[in-house]
């Protein structure tokens, strides 16, 4: 599902694809209140569409366009945010810029939306402006922004990272092996803004040193043992507050996912199958208890 035809000329085009943290495991807690965390993140081929292109009228002026209309909110919208960050950091106050968004990945689901959005901006901007920022300099401003810009700059790139600090600091790993992917979103209320509270919800002891156990997988292409690590710290914390995430980790179980664990802060759960035809039937199992289902997978290159 791509937007129709090339870009106009001049414009770019990027896919902003979701992410997925195969492990997250929280290791510490600072003096702010942040969790120090230490988690393998691979990119999906599910992806937002953001196209860039020069607006020269009035002067430095930013525009979004989010396709469908009403989904997320452009005022406020993190993709608009990396706009203006990116103007004001480089110095160029006249530069102007039109961001249209095909919006594809369920919003608020634990998948790193809003952050790969910014994080596609970001890159698209330094081309569309000629600024030649390193992936490292855009990744320093995209924490700005929030933990996981990083992390989604490089899957926007088509990297697997283990991302460390609060998520800011990244390390390029392995690609991580193709991996059907059954993602399925619930319907969810939390009793605060969510990131905050399911963070707040964890309680010691976690899964152990599992992004260890993750990143010496993938290193020695070991799939086997890379999915035996895979785990989320902020899943019990997070389902006692929305059932529907052990409803759906049971569903999953029960009708035969080798893998289930709950995606970023969720409450999206995720299971990981062989083949395709596993993963239509664990899709199917899942329908009735998610709000949207979508069937993708892991990879460095989208297909
Ligand atoms: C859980 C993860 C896993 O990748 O993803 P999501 O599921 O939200 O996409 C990330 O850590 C989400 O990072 P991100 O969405 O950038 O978080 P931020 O906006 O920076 O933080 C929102 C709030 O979550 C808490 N927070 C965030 C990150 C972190 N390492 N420790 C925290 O305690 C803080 O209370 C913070 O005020
Ligand atoms: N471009 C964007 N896409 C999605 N959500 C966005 C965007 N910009 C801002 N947001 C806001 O960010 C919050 C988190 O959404 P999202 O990034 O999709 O999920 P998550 O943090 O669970 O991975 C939502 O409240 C949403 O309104």
């Known amino acids: 599902m791509r937007e129709d035809g090339p870009p106009a000329p001049g414009a770019i085009r990027l896919e902003a694809r979701a992410k997925l943290n195969l492990v997250l495991e929280v290791v510490g807690r600072r003096p702010d ?58 110095g160029v106050p006249d530069a102007g810029a039109r961001i249209r968004i095909a919006k594809r990945i369920p919003v608020a689901a634990g998948l790193g939306g809003g952050s790969t959005d910014a994080a596609a901006v970001l890159l698209a901007l330094n ?11 855009l990744q320093a401003l995209g924490a700005r922004l929030g933990a996981d810009v990083p992390a989604c700059l490089r899957g926007v790139l088509g990297e697997t990272v283990l991302a460390e600090g609060v998520g800011e600091r990244v390390t390029t790993l392995p690609p991580a092996p193709r991996l059907h992917v059954v993602l399925a979103t619930p319907e969810a209320t939390w009793p605060g803004p969510k990131t905050r509270t399911v963070y707040a919800a964890y309680r010691p002891p976690g899964i152990g040193a599992r992004a260890e156990q993750a990143v010496a997988a993938l290193r020695r292409g070991d799939t086997a043992g890379l999915l035996a690590a895979v785990a989320n710290d902020l899943e019990p914390g997070a389902a006692a507050l929305v059932p529907a995430i052990r409803h759906l980790r049971e569903a999953f ?22 083949d395709p035809a596993l993963a239509e039937r664990l899709a199917a199992a899942a329908r009735p208890l998610a709000r949207a289902i979508h069937v993708t997978a892991t990879g460095d290159v989208l297909p």
């Open 33 to 90: 209140g942040y969790h120090e965390i230490r988690s393998v993140i691979a990119p999906l081929d599910l992806a937002d569409t953001v196209t860039v292109e020069r607006l020269e009228e009035p002067a430095g002026s930013l525009e979004l366009e989010v396709d469908p209309p009403g989904v997320v909110g452009e005022a406020d919208n993190l993709a608009l945010r990396a706009a203006r960050l990116m103007r004001d950091a480089a």
């Open 127 to 137: 081309r569309l402006w000629g600024l030649g920022w390193p992936a490292e300099r």
């Open 253 to 274: 179980l029960s009708a035969g996912a080798p893998v289930v664990a709950m995606a970023g802060a969720g409450p999206t759960v995720f299971a990981l199958a062989p």
